[in-house]
Each structure stands twice: as structure tokens, then as C-alpha cells.
Nanobody, 123 residues
Framework: VQLQASGGGLVQAGGSLRLSCAASGRTFATYGMGWFRQAPGKEREFVAAASWSGGNTYYGDSVKGRFTISRDNADHAEFLQMNSLKPEDTAVYYC?????????????????WGQGTLVTVSS
């Protein structure tokens, strides 16, 4: 599975960005897709995930109510709409594919990772 993330950039606090991730390859053998982020000097953090059908979604506590994940199964793509951005949302955002059953919050259950897209939120 190959993943290509895009949509990052520089935005002021309170603004919005929409990240996109296109998947190609053997995408049928997955449990869903998700987003993680990593800020400099910090561990990778769960942001959001959606089951393969898109019927179930999961969010990290720090982004609940501000971020929305969505899927387009026809195009094997996922999106992350980020609203009310804060400086602490600054990080490299990675899209990923969940390949093992279990908690959607566990990064070890994801088997493929995109190259990441940088989101910078200025205060």
C-alpha cells in the first residue's frame, strides 16, 4: 500500500486546513485508515481514524469537536478537516492504514505510513 498525504501548510490560529490522503495498492486488506501527528521532540500522537466502511470514527481528545475524518472508498482516499486550529496542532501529520484488529488508537496496529505533511499554526 502506498499513501500520499497533502494539504498541509501555514495557517493562523483559528483557521482551517483540509488534509487529503490517497491510497493505492492492496487497500482491501485493511481495517481502516487514520491520521497520527508528531511534533518536534514529542511522540507520535493519535489524531483520528475511521473504519473501512467509514461508519465508525475515532478521535484523540485534543482534537475532538474540531477535526473531522472522512473516507471516500471509491477513490481509496481519506480526508481530515481541521477547524479552529491551535498552535499546539503544529506537527507533521501522517496518514496510515490499519492492518491489524484491535484499538484504533494504537499506532502499532497500523502497517503503512505516508510521508507526512507539515501543518504549522501560528499564534
Amino acid at each position: 500500500v502506498q499513501l500520499q498525504a497533502s494539504g498541509g501548510g501555514l495557517v493562523q490560529a483559528g483557521g482551517s486546513l483540509r488534509l487529503s490522503c490517497a491510497a493505492s495498492g492492496r487497500t482491501f486488506a485493511t481495517y481502516g485508515m487514520g491520521w497520527f501527528r508528531q511534533a518536534p521532540g514529542k511522540e507520535r500522537e493519535f489524531v483520528a481514524a475511521a473504519s473501512w466502511s467509514g461508519g465508525n470514527t475515532y478521535y484523540g481528545d485534543s482534537v475532538k469537536g474540531r477535526f473531522t475524518i472522512s473516507r471516500d472508498n471509491a477513490d481509496h482516499a481519506e480526508f481530515l478537516q481541521m477547524n479552529s486550529l491551535k498552535p499546539e496542532d503544529t506537527a507533521v501529520y501522517y496518514c496510515t492504514v490499519k492492518v491489524y484488529s484491535g484499538s484504533y488508537y494504537n499506532p502499532r496496529l497500523y502497517g503503512y505510513w505516508g510521508q507526512g505533511t507539515l501543518v504549522t499554526v501560528s499564534s
